[in-house]
């Protein structure tokens, strides 16, 4: 090793990646994160479905065939 390379933790990295290996012990469903998840795991979803649904009919329309029908 190199000599006069110290390294200098940060502590708010450090934090960080302390909570998030121990996310499971550290997360709480409280009025904060309910909404968060479920934007997250309902609402982006759902419109990200919703635009590549568009984008797939867009394109069946332009070469001439009808609709897919997806799920």
């Known amino acids: 090793m190199a000599g006069g390379m110290d390294v200098h ?3 708010f ?8 290996e121990n996310l499971e012990y550290v997360f709480r469903f409280n009025r904060r994160t309910v909404p968060i998840c479920v934007f997250f795991g309902m609402i982006v979803p759902f419109v990200t479905y919703q635009g590549i649904t568009a984008e797939f009919h867009k394109q ?6 009808g609709p897919r029908k997806f799920l």
Do not use: M
């Open 60 to 65: 069946d329309q332009l070469a001439g065939r």
């Open 13 to 20: 990295i450090e934090q960080w990646a302390t909570n998030r």
């Open 9 to 11: 933790k940060n502590k």
